[in-house]
């Protein structure tokens, strides 16, 4: 037993307690986290944009503490903004999963609009204008410091760009982003459904817009 005891390195045994107790903590608070986060969003869901549900109000839904709010939260505020990088995950998410289902890129291009445009439909425009409202940053224009995701949703655009052949695939793809989330922005603030006929134009536009080479115009 002493030659065992021995042989470990110095300190090892209080290296894996403090390693281990690090890991439990760490899963408590990434739970205390999800639990304010969904607690938050399913408060501003409910209150829409009539009322922003205060620290406490939060804390309550999700069975916490002040204390744990402060813990990973330095203000309601940064809680907001961690919502909506949280709902762009998502929504950057379902659209790449919505164009890996198609077989053309002219296909994945109407996924992406269908996808980018569907946060202006049903319980989903509810909820992603009480976010933004919460945020203060619903306005009937979009600009550069917009907490909509354009410029990840553009980088999805760059594959079926440069297989449509487009010459300068991460430009066309930025300001076609930009333009459809200036659209998406138009239609939560007006509070309109986009219909399948927005979609087609939208799409018919973003195909117009690319930079397409005189060798590549045939494609």
């Keep these: 037993m002493n030659e065992n005891h021995a042989a470990r390195p110095a300190g090892d045994i209080a290296s894996r307690i403090a390693a281990r ?13 999800r639990r304010l986060l969904d607690a938050a ?29 402060y813990r990973h939260f330095p203000s309601k505020d940064a809680l907001i903004a961690v919502l909506i990088e949280d709902g762009a995950d998502r929504l950057v998410s379902y659209v790449a999963h919505r164009m890996d289902k198609q077989d053309t890129p002219r296909d994945a291009v109407r996924a992406w609009v269908e996808g980018v445009l569907s946060q202006a439909a049903d ?4 909820t992603t204008r009480a976010v933004l409202w919460n945020a203060g940053a619903l306005t009937p224009a979009i600009d550069a410091g917009s907490p909509l995701p354009s410029g990840r949703l553009a980088l999805l655009l760059h594959r079926p760009f440069t ?13 076609i982003a930009h333009a459809t989330v200036g659209r998406l922005s138009d239609y939560l603030w007006r509070r309109e459904e986009p219909t399948a006929a927005d979609v087609d134009r939208v799409t018919a536009f973003c195909l117009r817009a690319l930079t397409i080479g005189q060798h590549s115009a045939g494609r």
């Design 41 to 69: 969003l399913e408060l501003i869901r409910t209150a829409g944009t009539g009322a922003r549900p205060r620290v406490a109000d939060i804390v309550a839904a999700a069975g916490l503490s002040n204390d744990a709010f």
């Design 163 to 175: 297989e449509l052949g487009s010459v300068a695939p991460e430009f066309d793809a930025g300001l």
């Design 21 to 33: 107790t690090l890991a439990d903590r760490e899963a408590v608070y990434a739970g205390e986290v």
């Design 123 to 126: 319980e989903t425009a509810t």
